[in-house]
């Protein structure tokens, strides 16, 4: 299992080429070879949503690809989101509304908030629950966490878009 | 969050600073222990059972040490001859505690990776360190152990059968820890109560399942003798005692250090066999040794909890007034108890709540069996007995056909009897006394958040008469907090004039690292980004404890002031040199000290700081030592008690037993908030743990002793679209027992939930008297009721 082929992904922007046998992660590529290591790894089988990364504009679970199927694709990870050091929105909104305590589930959690709000069309309470429910947390109960992506989707499609359509019944149980 | 008799400080505590721990998180620059990277680092790998006992015949590891790419591999012989077990009592139980409670405990030692059998699967029986992770497993299948299976000890009442096998032989029994207690008469109190009901309680397996799994790095300087050991642990100065011990060495040559720790929740508080194989690799092999826990390994090799079992009898009155209480439980504490009989001493000292019950007397077992250790996990030993009582409860009000709520107001300590003695011991070995608190405000915040007592029963009933089934649970508890023995803290004004403060704290994301520097902040008078705060680091305190049993803002905020004290005492005398006035006529005041109404007669601590230096034209007065630094060491005097209230209402869906929460309220008082932002998300955070454990987490074992949940596709963590409306009201009663009126918060959330929700959906089913006396509250048990054939009664 020795043999490694030449993988070139583009990653945040930065064109990077690295060495992976065939049967190597996505992730364990991105953290180990390409040292980004923001990205993490917690479970390994796709429940998490802590690896989660935006391959060629979709959100993708980076431990159930192997890196050798990026080859050629456009990764967006944690270390892109903030320019020249300045925290992106979506990062400050999760900082205001304590959305992160150990942190450990953060990168995920921000990634999949990113493919959410800008790839979904649906951005209702309901939505928002259930496309946050892609990524665990188990440090703070979600409560910041949907509070910051809410406020993160008012911000980028308004305040209709993140109306409760719901008719007056409680949305969530 | 805005009563209470919050203490007025006019400075950072009080107030919710913004964490300085979220920029590095956010922007993917933490630095987690699956994050290093160390030049000729090599990776480690372990073999572990598959079998949950048996007996090892013999574990060949020759091929995968001959693998290319392998550079290390050994076996249960090989770790044995070279490394002596974790010794049993890493928590040491104090004599006033052993004195006051009937103990008899015999906590095996737990050998880092055994030869002789396997006591549970997922237990190491090899292994191996390679180049990378993926050839160490690559070689970890060329081990082929030959093992014989022995009778599995499966579960806590198997293992006490008169015929059970013994899990380990040198105990000549499988119980590794008898106690019992009493208090008034104990259980001879039960012969004279007007009513009694007696019912058993069990309480399921689930774990504290942090997002980062374990991992630990080790890397040996020779030239040194020195290890520097990076552990995702809560426990630094434990990892450091525990790998000096095995490895011979000086505590003082061996580092520990946790960096970005990925949640913990009780689940790294002790030592583990790995912290200390991967030093004794990195030393043995000469490079740097990374081990990182995998998801799977986790689950089945990091410590489980709960898992208990309780026969209560709780003996009544005619109006609901609890006379006597008594209560039998077992602990399944599976092949080892790495923290000994610490979680049933919080049972046995939590039962009776913040209720005033005269008699009570209760004993416990705590059997080893063949399932993974059991450890404290978030509340650790607190949900499991406070199951057993709040259902009790509950089961008084509907024998007598009273309202659970009036059940509890009629026992419940009224606040004019605080300070309570409560008659009982802590396992810190002081007799209990409830320092603060207003327990049955808490109960009616709690049911006003629903709407009002006499509300919510008017909608039940209005429920009920369209076919809906709507349910009121209560739960009420109260949670000794701030433990000792101890906390360590170093602070000293560095001599740019910054305050830098190091604790033996080792948070895993509570936000100690910004708190502490709110406390240090407030003492020095300056402002918060002149303080530097380094916790989890055995090279900066010379002593500390660690971050388990909601012990931090109360112990390191004890030791700070310490430590503060300490060095205030020179500052004034150096300063009043320097000004050349007297020290009663000094104040702090911007960054600095200051003659009281004289503005300019100022000298900065940047200036205090270089005057305090030893040598030559140091400014210090006669007989005050050079430096300006102090390590106290902060003893708390006993526990300080938070308590909360807890309501919800759920709705039962008739066809599918479907338990919808429509609201989760937890009046909570952990004394004096230190950040009221931070404070409400441990509680919430707490809140949702403890619904996972309710409703969904379950470490579910088969009667040979296999774990079934091995992975996070069957062991379900609540996601975003599970949890219910919370609502968190903090009552803020100030704590008599230290400086700043604290109260630990950290496991509180969790305690309630799984008797609130088994109280609300049998309250929603009491048309069907149904009773659901274990956890998890399943749709399945809850729907046997409307289709007649309960399961669980």
């Excluded at chain 2, 905020?557 to 050349?580: C, P, R, W, Y």
Aim: aromatic share 6%.
């Amino acid at each position: 299992m020795t043999d490694t082929r030449k993988i070139t992904v583009t990653v945040n922007g930065e064109r990077l080429t690295g060495a992976a046998e065939p049967r190597m992660l996505l992730v364990d590529f991105l953290r180990d070879e390409l040292r980004r290591t923001g990205t993490h790894v917690g479970c390994e089988h796709g429940v998490c949503g802590a690896c989660t990364v935006i391959i060629d504009g979709d959100a993708a679970r980076s431990c159930l690809m192997f890196a050798v199927q990026a080859d050629g694709a456009e990764i967006s990870t944690i270390e892109g989101l903030a320019t020249n050091g300045e925290m992106h929105p979506l990062q400050k909104l999760f900082s205001e509304h304590h959305a992160l305590q150990c942190g450990f589930c953060t990168p995920g959690m921000l990634m999949t908030a990113m493919d959410l709000v800008h790839n979904s069309k649906d951005h209702s309470p309901e939505a928002i629950r259930i496309g946050m429910s892609a990524a665990l947390c188990r440090c703070t109960g979600y409560v910041g966490i949907i509070e910051a992506v809410t406020e993160y989707a008012r911000q980028v499609h308004g305040d209709a878009a993140v109306a409760d359509r719901d008719s007056g019944e409680h949305s969530h149980g | 969050m805005d009563d209470g008799v919050r203490r007025e400080t006019g400075g950072y505590i009080g107030q919710s600073v913004p964490r300085r721990e979220d920029k590095n998180l956010l922007l993917g620059q933490a630095n987690f222990v699956a994050d290093m990277q160390l030049p000729g680092m090599v990776h480690a790998a372990f073999a572990r059972s598959p079998l949950p006992h048996a007996k090892i015949l013999s574990v060949d590891v020759t091929a995968a040490r001959a693998m290319e790419g392998v550079v290390f591999a050994a076996s249960g012989d090989d770790v044995m001859a070279a490394l002596p077990p974790i010794n049993g009592m890493q928590v040491v139980t104090p004599q006033g505690w052993r004195d006051r409670v009937d103990t008899d405990i015999l906590i095996p030692d737990q050998p880092l990776i055994p030869n002789d059998k396997l006591r549970y699967v997922g237990e190491a029986y090899a292994l191996v360190v390679a180049d990378s992770r993926y050839i160490a497993e690559d070689a970890l299948e060329l081990i082929e152990p030959d093992l014989e299976p022995l009778q599995p000890l499966a579960d806590a009442e198997s293992a006490l059968a008169d015929d059970a096998p013994l899990l380990h032989e040198h105990l000549g029994r499988n119980v590794a820890a008898f106690l019992h207690t009493k208090k008034g008469a104990g259980a001879a109190a039960m012969e004279n109560v007007p009513h009694r009901i007696s019912r058993r309680f069990v309480h399921h397996r689930y774990a504290a399942m942090p997002m980062e799994c374990r991992g630990v790095v080790a890397d040996y300087d020779t030239r040194t003798d020195t290890l520097t050991v990076w552990s995702s642990t809560q426990v630094v100065h434990w990892v450091r005692r525990e790998v000096a011990t095995a490895l011979g060495m000086p505590e003082e040559r061996v580092r520990c250090i946790a960096p970005d720790v990925g949640g913990g929740f009780g689940g790294k508080g002790h030592v583990y066999p790995e912290d200390i194989l991967v030093a004794w690799l990195a030393r043995e092999i000469g490079r740097p040794v990374k081990w990182i826990e995998d998801r799977h390994e986790h689950i089945l090799n990091a410590a489980h909890s709960r898992d208990n079992i309780y026969d209560v009898e709780i003996g009544f009155d005619d109006d609901g007034k609890i006379l006597a209480l008594t209560s039998s439980f077992l602990v399944d504490s599976g092949a080892y108890t790495p923290v000994g009989a610490g979680i049933a001493g919080n049972s046995i000292a939590h039962m009776l709540g913040p209720y005033h019950i005269e008699n009570y007397e209760t004993d416990c077992r705590v059997v080893l069996t063949n399932r993974t250790p059991n450890a404290p996990y978030r509340g650790a030993g607190r949900p499991e007995v406070g199951f057993a009582m709040e259902r009790s409860v509950d089961l008084v009000a509907n024998y007598l056909g009273l309202d659970p709520a009036e059940v509890r107001f009629r026992n419940m300590i009224p606040p004019e009897d605080m300070p309570y003695e409560v008659g009982l011991t802590y396992r810190d070995g002081v007799p209990m006394v409830y320092d603060s608190g207003d327990y049955p405000k808490a109960l009616r915040r709690a049911l006003e958040e629903l709407g009002g007592l006499e509300a919510i029963r008017q909608r039940q009933k209005d429920a009920l008469a369209e076919g809906r089934y709507i349910g009121l649970g209560l739960g009420c508890y109260v949670e000794g907090t701030g433990v000792g023995p101890f906390e360590g803290a170093t602070v000293k004004i560095d001599p740019t004039g910054k305050i830098m403060v190091a604790a033996g704290a080792c948070p895993q994301g509570q936000g100690h690292e910004t708190i502490f520097a709110q406390f240090a902040a407030d003492m020095w008078q300056v402002p918060i980004d002149d303080v530097y705060v380094t916790v989890a680091d055995t090279g900066h305190v010379s002593q500390g404890y660690g971050t388990i049993a909601s012990r931090s803002t109360v112990t390191a905020s004890g030791a700070i002031k310490l430590a503060t004290d300490e060095v205030h005492q020179k500052v004034f005398a150096i300063a009043a040199n320097m000004l050349e006035t007297a020290e009663a006529d000094l104040e702090l005041r911007d960054a600095g000290v200051g003659v009281k109404g004289v503005p300019d007669m100022h000298v900065s601590y940047r200036d205090i700081a270089n005057a305090a230096k030893p040598g030559w034209g140091h400014q210090r007065p006669e007989g005050v030592v050079a430096g300006l630094e102090s390590t106290s060491y902060y003893e708390p005097p006993t526990v300080t008690w938070s308590y909360a209230a807890n309501a919800s209402l759920v709705e039962v869906d008739v066809e599918t037993g479907q338990i919808r929460i429509e609201k989760y309220v937890e009046v909570h008082d952990a004394g004096v908030l230190v950040n009221p932002k931070l404070a409400d998300g441990q509680v919430k955070g707490g809140l949702v743990q403890g619904l996972g454990g309710a409703l969904l987490e379950e470490l579910a074992y088969d009667d040979q002793g296999q774990l079934l949940t091995g992975s996070l596709a069957d062991y379900l963590i609540p996601t975003a679209s599970d949890v219910p409306p919370l609502s968190v009201v903090h009552q803020e009663t100030p704590s008599p027992l230290n400086a700043f009126g604290v109260k630990g918060l950290g496991e509180g959330g969790a305690i309630a939930p799984p008797v609130v929700i088994a109280n609300a959906v049998c309250d929603a089913l009491r048309p069907f008297k149904a009773e659901l006396n274990s956890t998890p509250v399943r749709w399945a048990d809850v729907a046997a009721f409307f289709d007649g054939n309960p399961a669980n009664v």
